[in-house]
């Protein structure tokens, strides 16, 4: 079945570093990708998606590339500020229907100034 | 546009009572999600229904919980007897059906069973 793999965090930084969360995905056929964001004491929100091979997507400063050939679909950003301190999520949504996501385990970010 | 809406957004009970959570989601969307969050288990998706049909209930932890959806812009998920394993954060999330339709969560509840 479909699943998701992210790296494991938690994950700290300084403000202005380079962010990357590593996330591998396993499918059949074409999924969309997703990047969701939770902020503490919040829902989870679309961070940023690709639909198709070799799609960038983009939010925030943040950014994602759909890799077939390697299956991955990491999340970067040049210089993270204090504000980007949440739990970030890679998802897939493979060939069944029905909007239903499939999550990795999510990766706690936090930025220190 | 509202979101999606949860109430309560907090919950405190005593084991053995009945719990009753509710949703309304985004209108027009024909998909909704009730998942639950722990620090244990991460996020783990219960059931979900589709055009007010649930579609999969396997995530479902035991045959204490219960998923109804009546109409298009209310659902609920009722726990009785609740227990204190139950104490999670509990998500509800819509959609349009489309493969490529993002997810739109709600706040969420937070029960703690005692």
């Known amino acids: 079945g479909d699943s998701v793999t992210q790296m494991e965090g938690p994950v700290t930084l300084s403000e202005e570093a380079f962010l990357t969360i590593n996330c591998t995905y396993t499918?059949?056929?074409?999924?969309?990708l997703f990047w969701y964001v939770q902020y503490p004491g919040e829902g989870l929100q679309l961070l940023l998606k690709a639909t198709k091979a070799d799609d960038k997507g983009s939010n925030k400063g943040f950014e994602a590339t759909y890799r077939k050939e390697t299956t991955s679909f990491h999340l970067e950003k040049g210089s993270v500020q204090v504000s980007d301190s949440a739990v970030y999520f890679c998802a897939l949504s493979g060939g069944t229907s029905y909007g239903k996501l499939t999550f990795g385990q999510g990766t706690i970010l936090t930025v220190h100034p | 546009d509202a979101g999606v809406i949860q109430s309560p957004r907090h919950e405190v009970t005593e084991m053995g009572q009945e719990v009753t959570l509710r949703c309304k989601p985004i209108s027009g969307h024909n998909s909704l999600f009730w998942y639950r969050q722990t620090m244990m288990r991460g996020l783990e998706l219960l059931i979900y229904?589709?055009?007010?049909?649930?579609?999969?209930d396997s995530g479902m932890p035991e045959d204490r919980f219960s998923a109804k959806m009546p109409n298009a812009s209310f659902s609920t998920l009722k726990i009785q007897p609740s227990e204190p394993r139950d104490s999670a954060v509990y998500f509800c999330?819509?959609?349009?059906?489309?493969?490529?339709?993002?997810?739109?969560f709600g706040n969420g509840t937070r029960l703690t069973v005692t």
């Open positions: 499918a059949t056929g074409y999924p969309s």
């Open positions: 999330a819509s959609s349009f059906s489309e493969g490529n339709s993002p997810l739109h």
């Open positions: 229904f589709n055009n007010n049909v649930p579609i999969d």
